[in-house]
């Protein structure tokens, strides 16, 4: 695949880049590398403005960077302005948490025969992040702030689509203050990806990308016993059960399921939905989907835009057209487009069986397959019957069964009478084939630090000696 920048509401090809050179990549490294052992030296005051910085600039140049992002992934604009904003207020929050994130823990020292013990978050290095196109700023602020904040440098291998998107990022903190080499753009293809993984100056990697992709790092970074966080496909449940608010419900699940046009990995895809409300819901939802308005990106009137590449619109066509003709229902949508634009219309699938492709699959565009439940047990059944777990919704006002969902459903995330999305406060992730590790929060800002035990005693004759030693 080319580095290249080409416009998904046209097709055209915008810019192309030449991949880096494994000497130019090597030099990247080491630049990553000299910068760790600046910045692990540095006050967490001192990193705090820096990522201030960063977040102002964001914010001044919101528009442009929108419109870049609009340009290169077809997300429309109204979107795309929301994700520089949260990128900034999540650059804000690390800047003005992590002294407490990091600080020392103490431990019981008397319990351990020590005279003071305590746990201590250090950085461990340059941390590559493998990162994909349809959240191009999002995706990668959310690891760079905690991690440039804990100390550590970052190496961005950007999806090969957005690659402005990627070199403007190195340019951000650069233009910040951090030391010249913290956060670099290595523009390379992903056959790169061993090579740059095995350099024993990079010390752990980070991932948000498809299954595929994530058992490969996985692979590498096992063999060669570095860290990773993998935030990889899902395919969310949607419950929605009687005594829930059926119109409400069936609003929050069209922005739910064509929030970034369907492509975003937390989207609600899955609806399963009691019988007892069933039709009531299918109806609303099926025509608040056919009523979103498909077009020009750049248009704040649009709801829908294109699709990221012809690729992956013909990748969601096939899936639907494989249910339909395995006996699935299509209630709105499922015509592919013609015309320039990789468009495809929100549509809603039912009947399905589990021979078919979406009963399984994740679908990654503005298509929901509809499911009929007869319990709250079925629900659950149908909800965890994936190979995924990264979010879940559940609709219902029922105490017992708001408490019963938070446990029974298998994800990293579980929303109860609300959409599944990201916070800087919240830690984010998934289990089974979605990934594993956490982002975001403090557990995701020490995911790349060394838990360093540190235990002081008298230092007298026979301190430290007793039952406990190993």
């Known amino acids: 695949m080319p580095i290249a920048t080409v416009n998904p509401a046209t097709g055209e090809m915008l810019k192309t880049y030449d991949p880096m050179s494994d000497a130019q990549v090597d030099a990247a490294i080491e630049r990553a590398d000299l910068a760790f052992r600046q910045l692990r030296g540095t006050s967490l005051t001192q990193r705090g403005d820096w990522l201030r910085a960063a977040a102002d600039r964001l914010d001044a140049d919101r528009d442009e960077i929108a419109r870049l992002m609009t340009t290169e992934m077809g997300k429309t604009y109204a979107a795309a302005k929301a994700e520089v904003t949260k990128c900034a207020a999540a ?26 013990a305590f746990v201590r978050y250090q950085p461990i290095g340059p941390v590559l992040a493998v990162m994909p196109w349809n959240f191009p700023l999002w995706q990668v602020m959310r690891f760079a702030a905690p991690a440039l904040m804990a100390g550590n ?24 203050g951090f030391p010249e080499g913290a956060f670099g753009t290595l523009l390379v293809g992903s056959d790169a990806v061993d090579r740059i993984l095995r350099d024993p100056r990079v010390r752990a990697a980070t991932l948000t990308g498809s299954e595929g992709a994530g058992r490969s790092i996985a692979q590498i970074a096992g063999r060669e016993l570095k860290k990773t966080v993998l935030e990889l496909g899902g395919s969310d ?3 929605v059960m009687p005594s829930a608010d059926v119109a409400t419900a069936a609003e929050v699940a069209t922005t739910a399921r064509c929030q970034n046009n369907g492509q975003s990995c937390i989207a609600a895809k899955r609806f399963i939905v009691h019988t007892d409300v069933f039709d009531d819901f299918a109806r609303k939802f099926a ?7 498909v077009g020009d990106p750049m248009d704040e009137a649009t709801d829908v835009g294109p699709l990221a590449s012809e690729r992956g619109r013909d990748e969601i066509h096939e899936q639907v057209r494989d249910a339909v003709e395995r006996g699935a229902t299509v209630l709105c949508g ?22 078919m492709r979406m009963w399984a699959e994740e679908v990654f565009g503005p298509v929901a397959g509809l499911y009929r439940v007869a319990s709250y047990d079925e629900a659950v059944e149908v909800a965890n019957g994936t190979a995924f777990g990264l979010g879940a919704n559940a609709w219902t006002t029922d105490p017992d069964e708001q408490e019963r969902f938070a446990t029974d459903l298998d994800a990293g995330n579980v929303f109860v009478n609300g ?17 594993y590790g956490r982002e975001l929060s403090a557990l995701g800002m020490r995911e790349f630090c060394n838990t360093k035990t540190v235990w002081v005693g008298e230092g007298t004759a026979g301190a430290g000696a007793g039952a406990h030693a190993e």
């Open 91 to 116: 650059a804000r929050f690390y800047a003005a948490h992590a002294a407490r994130m990091l600080a020392d823990e103490p431990a019981d020292a008397r319990a351990v025969g020590a005279t003071r």
């Open 153 to 176: 440098t970052g190496l961005l291998k950007h999806a090969s689509t957005v690659p402005q998107t990627a070199l403007l990022l190195e340019d951000l903190f650069r233009r910040a």
């Open 237 to 239: 449940p949607f419950v």
């Open 287 to 293: 025509g608040r989907m056919s009523a979103l308005r």
């Open 334 to 355: 499922g015509e592919k487009p013609t015309g320039p634009g990789w468009y495809y219309p929100p549509t809603v699938v039912t009947d399905l069986t589990p021979e």
């Open 419 to 435: 959409m599944t999305t990201s916070f800087p406060e919240l830690p984010f992730g998934g289990v089974k084939n979605s990934g």
